[in-house]
């Protein structure tokens, strides 16, 4: 079976289907973020009701604990956390570099301490492989620099040598076929090494592209200026991957200019500090105005959370400190992301794209 | 239709049937504790599921948030916590009498102060009739005071003079016919109070009658004392419930001495501390002797988490501080106790309770 099939082009925007040894993920997705072989408060059930084929799970914190030895013994990541469903490992580069436990960038690697105990690490672009055929993830990544952002040209160009260097030597170290391994174009906000990184990444013939390095700071504009620039160039035939990314606005954004994937910590983070997506906009359901409102979170929801309870009673669980608030936030918050995600497939397939991307923004306020 | 029926009885113990408007319960029952108008981290939905027809709220906290207001608002807890089955509401006496913020007892009532906020309430036996009928709970309880443990014989005589009265008042005071009010035993470790209290009590002809102030102190001893005494004596074809009692071992030891009802924080509260119940006894799963161990809490369950995760996989969630763990332990235990109140009751439908009794403790290690 082909890795990636699309199904529909409308304008840049596409409805495609990526098939793994885990099933099928239907894109654009968005995918819910498991950092340590769990989705916040989250059973894989609850996911799988609400129809999500794909996580994320980061290689950095699985690879400190609980450590790879023991996800080996369980075969990798799927049983270990008792998910059947794809899973995306990233490279576990953003948390090294983003983490400020950086010790020291070569070409050979990166050297870092653990943010927990201490100790020191290498990463290299073989080692994260290694350690991602033990995972077992059915998308990996290669090992590369996030730079920080603001940088220099200099140094962003300098990284971006390295970035490429490592892709190079992470295609080689792979050999397991039923992990699909994708490039990562880097380039901070320099259109030329933006450009540059995806001649000489395409080159190596990955079977899909991510960008990187754009969710870092505050910057939308970052985003979505790197969204212009490289969403259409990359390849057709290839699932496009915007790491770090998915506000609601973003994945609009992004999709109407050729994206596919994105995985975001925002709605389930959010979500546990009483903020939640509803039709309007984003609410703060824990705020004191809602302490008397029998009206579900989101009168458009039909999520579990919705049908069953008022925001009065989502309010009094947060006062109180109550996980069962954070619990049910996070189902509303995970079931507002996929039912946006198939309002927008459905309204590429319909060739009504910016009809519903204008309906959507009219009550919907950023 | 009758408030309470037995359906069979073996020796002492008994099956039977509590009807109300929120319908029925199979007794013997364990309830859980919904302090806040939430079972810890569970929804109704997982409640229902393992085949839960009762849970405890508590006044005390409620009154205090959200307060009686927002509740009345949404005609008591059922419809506010979304629960549709059983409520017993405590009085608040065990809370007040024991939180501390206790300021001073007269014949009228109590006055106290919330742990909140410091401020300063008065509960009289009225007021706490008056609250449980806004919470709406289905079976609600007379206000009692519940003595210190340990305390002289005279203290606890005059405490039980009160209790009394406040129990008549609490009759007068009460006129919804869809909430059985209950009666309360207090007396301390005081054989001869606790007769005089049994007396007094069934006098005023209560649908229930509970056995309070065993649950004060460390001392299975007084639990067991108490049972042992009241157990057998108390009305026949009337609800029986000993207050904030339920490991496995108390369930056992009481209900063959007649109790048909049991609350208690345990099972929850030691699952949030990674503690579970397995048919060999009780496990700390966080330990880091199960970091490789791949079979479920218990195998002898089929609970979601039993049957879809395993012991290192818990322990890891426990290890880096991931609600996920809670949620499942809690799940588990709350599962085994309904389970064991299943074994329970069928042992007393065959009439071979004995026999399974010993076979529970033969692999049961307290």
């Known amino acids: 079976m082909e890795f990636f099939k699309i199904l529909k082009k409308y304008k840049n925007a596409r409805v495609g289907e990526i098939n793994t040894t885990h099933g099928r993920i239907l894109t654009p997705v968005f995918m819910p973020v498991g950092t340590q072989a769990t989705v916040k408060i989250m059973t894989p059930l609850d996911l799988e009701e609400m129809g999500y084929e794909v996580i994320l799970a980061n290689t950095y914190h699985l690879y400190l604990r609980p450590g790879?030895?023991?996800?080996?013994?369980?075969?990798?990541l799927h049983k270990f956390m008792g998910w059947n469903k794809n899973i995306l490992t990233d490279s576990g580069g953003f948390q090294v570099f983003s983490l400020q436990a950086l010790r020291k960038i070569t070409k050979e690697g990166v050297i870092f301490k653990s943010h927990i105990d201490g100790s020191e690490h290498l990463f290299t672009p073989e080692k994260v492989i290694e350690i991602?055929?033990?995972?077992?993830?059915?998308?990996?990544?290669?090992?590369?620099?996030?730079?920080?952002?603001?940088?220099?040209?200099?140094?962003?160009?300098?990284?971006?040598?390295?970035?490429?260097?490592?892709?190079?030597?992470?295609?080689?170290?792979?050999?397991?076929?039923?992990?699909?391994?994708?490039?990562?174009?880097q380039?901070?906000?320099?259109?030329?090494l933006r450009e540059r990184a995806m001649e000489e990444m395409f080159k190596l013939d990955f079977p899909?592209?991510?960008?990187g390095g754009v969710s870092v700071g505050e910057d939308k504009e970052l985003i979505y200026r790197v969204v212009e620039w490289c969403g259409p160039m990359m390849p057709e035939n290839k699932p496009r991957y915007l790491m770090g990314v998915g506000t609601p606005?973003?994945?609009?954004?992004?999709?109407e200019r050729g994206i596919d994937m994105f995985d975001c910590v925002f709605p389930t983070r959010i979500a546990r500090n009483g903020n939640i997506y509803t039709a309007e906009g984003q609410i703060?359901?824990?705020?004191?105005?809602?302490?008397?409102?029998?009206?579900?979170?989101?009168?458009?929801?039909?999520?579990?959370?919705?049908?069953?309870?008022?925001r009065a009673y989502i309010r009094h669980l947060f006062n109180v400190h109550e996980i069962l608030g954070m619990r049910l936030t996070t189902l509303h918050n995970l079931h507002f992301m996929i039912r946006l995600i198939e309002i927008i497939r459905k309204s590429i397939i319909d060739e009504t794209f910016e009809k519903e991307k204008e309906?959507?923004?009219k009550k919907y306020r950023i």
Request: glycine share 6%; aromatic share 12%; with cysteine.
């Open 249 to 255: 606005e973003d994945i609009w954004y992004a999709v």
């Open 208 to 211: 899909g592209y991510a960008l």
């Open 284 to 310: 703060a359901v824990r705020n004191s105005e809602f302490k008397e409102d029998d009206r579900p979170m989101d009168e458009n929801c039909n999520c579990y959370a919705c049908k069953n309870f008022s």
């Open 187 to 192: 380039g901070g906000i320099y259109k030329d």
């Open 68 to 76: 790879v030895d023991i996800i080996k013994k369980f075969n990798g």
């Open 359 to 361: 309906k959507f923004f």
């Open 132 to 185: 991602q055929n033990i995972l077992n993830g059915d998308i990996i990544m290669c090992l590369d620099e996030c730079p920080p952002y603001p940088a220099t040209h200099e140094y962003v160009n300098d990284s971006l040598d390295k970035t490429i260097e490592w892709a190079k030597r992470s295609k080689l170290a792979h050999k397991k076929e039923n992990q699909h391994l994708f490039g990562i174009i």
